[in-house]
């Protein structure tokens, strides 16, 4: 049984249709692994019973019986929705996220809820504010974030898949770390009805596994058009496998993104590793461009004003009044509004509140959030230019291997800027998605990303899945 944990869905669903095992004995010996192994990592706030799980999933579709975890920002009917925060402590959703729902329908088994950071701030982990999850290749190493427990899970062999969020970076920069496929789909190809919202105009769900395979099996699951979100994209259903044959198009042309790769800052054995990526390509027949991408230079700055301003609005919500928690001994309205949010908040989730508030004050809103949206539209503008000579864009997920806890305790900038290569994709709404690509002298993992236009999720797949055919990363696994 113990080559179950780091067996890909592709493979568990071979045994499931032979009979070799059942969607309970699955279910039974994944729940096993969390008892015998997240008490190190803890990547998970709950795992559920296994006949509860069982009962909320059809008994057929694509991914019958295969295990899986959802991120805590994600609703699951009548299960905690906490985002990892105090103020949510005692919460139960009272409905499915949509993505949620489409699993289940496809007979997902949704075995628990994964850490994170609080409402999804962080690149690390350490935010939440129950337990600090672990990187399963090195347990004084975070895990990024801020899907930390939904990464770590599936890097230790947990579960096969997991869901998370992405709004600056939250799924693809854990992926790297955890040496994991990772994908931010098209803004409004995945619904987001049922998340708790971090910053509404750049958050989507994304998936994380160990083939792009699984993740393209995954997302096919989720993705689609839902009347319930105002922003979903009237997209059809689409099987993203289909075309994944171990070829890349021809002609296919791939643009470096010489500002990222070469920036200062960058690790030594990061380049290289993308370097060596970049000729498996050439390999393949791809043809490499180099280009630069100036509004890049700007784009952390950018995302970190958009983004506080849309979480003060957002969590404007958590007053105590409605739902979550309410300090009861305040003697007037202003102080349980206060004492509560004081107290219900961690510390990284109020400053970005207050910066958030800042930047939308009167006074301050033309020289903050008014020019960062200018640059959000240069930006966007520059990638539409790049893919009229390339079709797809490839540079760092970040700028080094996993670091370790504490490692930006006293330098909060240098933890802001992990965000630096990844949060151009939710700022564009471009798709991009996180491979593994090397491994450190310390055999910690490498990860880069693949951009590409707007619902170019089909090609990305595909290039992925390609390289991933002609490496062996992949399949290298943490000892757990």
């Known amino acids: 049984m113990n080559n179950l944990a780091f067996a890909t869905i592709k493979d568990l669903r071979t045994k499931l249709d032979n009979k070799e095992i059942s969607a309970k004995e699955l279910a039974q010996f994944f729940t096993q692994r969390f008892a015998d192994h997240d008490s190190t990592i803890q990547s998970a706030l709950e795992i559920f019973q296994v006949d509860s799980v069982l009962n909320a999933s059809e008994q057929k579709g694509t991914l ?20 990892a925060s105090k103020i949510l402590q005692n919460f139960t959703a009272v409905y499915d996220a949509t993505a949620t729902a489409r699993l289940k329908q496809e007979g997902a088994l949704l075995l628990g809820r994964a850490n994170m950071d609080e409402f999804a701030m962080g690149s690390s982990g350490e935010t939440s504010a129950y337990q600090i999850t672990k990187n399963p290749w090195d347990t004084t190493r975070v895990p990024g ?32 770390f955890c040496n994991l496929v990772g994908i931010k789909p098209t803004y409004g190809l995945v619904s987001r009805y049922g998340i708790v919202a971090y910053g509404s105009s750049l958050d989507q769900i994304g998936v994380m596994t160990r083939t792009v395979y699984d993740n393209a099996l995954v997302l096919s699951v989720i993705a689609g058009h839902d009347p319930k979100d105002s922003s979903s994209l009237a997209v059809a259903k689409k099987d993203y496998t289909a075309s994944l044959d171990g070829k890349i198009p021809t002609g296919l042309r791939i643009g470096i993104v010489e500002n990222a790769l070469y920036a200062d800052g960058m690790d030594n054995e990061v380049i290289t590793a993308i370097e060596q990526a970049v000729k498996v390509l050439e390999g393949l027949g791809a043809t490499i461009k180099r280009i630069k991408l100036p509004a890049l230079d700007y784009s952390a700055a950018t995302y970190f004003i958009i983004s506080r301003a849309e979480a003060a609005s957002n969590l404007a919500r958590f007053d105590g009044v409605r739902y979550g928690l309410r300090d009861k001994n305040s003697a007037s309205l202003h102080d349980m509004y206060f004492n509560t949010r004081h107290d219900g908040f961690g510390a990284e989730v109020r400053t970005r509140i207050l910066i958030g508030n800042y930047v939308l004050s009167a006074g301050y809103a033309d020289a903050y959030y008014e020019n960062a949206k200018k640059v959000q539209h240069i930006m966007t503008q520059e990638f539409l230019d790049a893919y009229k000579e ?39 709404g471009m798709p991009a998605i996180g491979i593994p690509c090397g491994m450190t002298s310390e055999q910690l993992p490498i990860g880069l990303q693949l951009y590409g236009k707007h619902l170019s999720e089909e090609l990305i797949y595909k290039v992925a899945h390609a390289y991933q055919e002609a490496t062996a990363w992949h399949t290298m696994h943490a000892q757990i």
């Open 390 to 428: 390339v079709d797809l864009v490839i540079m760092p997920t970040a700028p080094c291997a996993a670091f370790k806890f504490g490692a930006f305790a006293q330098d909060k900038l240098q933890m802001d800027l992990q965000d630096y290569f990844t949060c151009a994709a939710n700022l564009t």
């Open 145 to 176: 974030g801020s899907s930390s427990g939904s990464a770590a899970a599936v890097a230790a062999g947990l579960v096969p898949w997991t869901l998370g969020t992405d709004t600056g970076g939250s799924v693809r920069q854990p992926a790297a």
């Open 64 to 83: 019958y019986g295969i295990p899986g975890l959802i991120k805590d920002n994600i609703s699951q009917q009548d299960r905690g929705l906490t985002c």
